[in-house]
């Protein structure tokens, strides 16, 4: 059994008073840049910088047998770990310093790609649910899916994504093992077989809370490069993942609904705030790129589409060298919510992509 993997999961399931999600990163970061090739030495070495005590780091050590049998559970159930010391850790996740450990099912590749939250009520209207499947047979081929599991759009955004051919990835804010709702594991199984992913910052038997589900939410956001929100009352946690998203200026649609519609809360104030309305299928297709061909066929990515003078610009900068986002915003003096959504939809056509760091370049094919 990998010694270090047992130390790191000891050391995530250790209780301290101020040691954090944030805590746990940095240590794992610092430690990953050290030539140590043991966490508990590495922490003994030092306990004041990280203020631990030695009956601290102690009672880390006696929590590896408890680790031993967490990582044997995985290895029963085809649950795989990831952690910060891996060197295929995820770099959306290091760029924005979550999930410094974290457990999953399918495949871990597709994080990192393109990806659209679609959130909403656990109880939405058939209107909600139609919507729902009209937007995500728009994304399916440009994007993966990105929601909770939870019952209503959740689930309908998942379903949909399966039915049209896309991948989507399920964000657990219940243990691994343990997912919520357990109705659905047929569904999280069906997303694992088809390529997508299922992802939980819990191990096994590992006891969640309310709050576990404000993460949760906030997880989503930081991997997606567009929030969507279908329905949600007044205390909806699709709300909060749209203020997570608004924080990062991260792109926000919503879905307006009638007044007299408690279901409607959410969305319409979402849209008083500057959430991006969506009036028809179209807001979607023309955030993402896509043109239709004709009306009697699917909105289908135009590769070949006269690109804006935007476009133009950002595309021959690119054209021989590698730019920061910061040293692009310099050249195109555009403001950076607008600079954002530029970038996002040429990645989206596949005309330029990503570096770590956000480092961009035009794509070689």
Avoid at 175 to 204: C, E, H, M, R
Avoid at 309 to 328: A, P
């Amino acid at each position: 059994m990998n010694n270090l993997l047992k130390e790191i999961i000891a050391l995530r399931r250790f209780k301290k008073r101020g040691f954090g999600e944030k805590s746990l990163f940095d240590l794992l970061y610092e430690f990953r840049k050290s030539n140590n090739t043991s966490l508990l030495s590495y922490i003994s070495e030092n306990r004041e910088r990280y203020e631990f005590s030695e009956s601290e780091v102690s009672s880390i050590l006696e929590n590896c047998g408890e680790a031993e049998k967490i990582i044997s559970m995985c290895e029963d159930t085809g649950v795989k770990i990831s952690t910060l010391c891996d060197i295929d850790f995820p770099n959306i996740l290091l760029e924005n310093r979550i999930l410094p450990v974290f457990f999953y099912r399918g495949d871990l590749s597709i994080i990192g790609g393109r990806n659209i939250a679609i959130v909403g009520s656990r109880t939405p209207t058939s209107y909600g649910i139609d919507s729902t499947e009209k937007i995500v047979k728009i994304i399916a081929n440009y994007a993966n899916v990105v929601s909770g599991g939870a019952f209503g759009i959740d689930t309908a955004a998942h379903s949909s994504a399966l039915k049209f051919g896309g991948k989507t990835i399920v964000f657990f804010g219940t243990s691994i093992n343990n997912p919520y709702p357990s109705s659905n594991t047929l569904l999280f199984d069906k997303i694992v077989d088809s390529g997508g992913l299922v992802i939980s910052a819990f191990g096994p038997c590992e006891e969640t809370n309310e709050f576990s589900f404000v993460r949760r939410n906030e997880y989503i956001a930081t991997v997606c490069q567009a929030v969507i929100v279908i329905e949600g009352g007044e205390k909806s946690g699709a709300g909060l993942t749209a203020e997570y998203a608004f924080k990062r200026s991260i792109p926000v649609f919503a879905l307006p609904g009638p007044i007299t519609s408690e279901k409607s809360y959410c969305p319409n104030y979402l849209i008083s705030k500057g959430a991006r309305i969506i009036y028809s299928e179209k807001v979607i297709s023309d955030f993402l790129g896509i043109v239709e061909e004709d009306s009697s066929k699917t909105a289908k990515r135009d590769f070949d589409n006269q690109l804006s003078d935007d476009e133009l610009s950002l595309l021959n900068i690119l054209e021989n060298n590698v730019y920061h986002v910061d040293e692009l915003f310099l050249k195109l003096k555009k403001q950076p919510s607008e600079l954002s959504e530029l970038l996002l939809r040429m990645e989206l056509k596949g005309i330029i992509e990503q570096l770590p760091g956000k480092i961009y370049r035009k794509r070689s094919n």
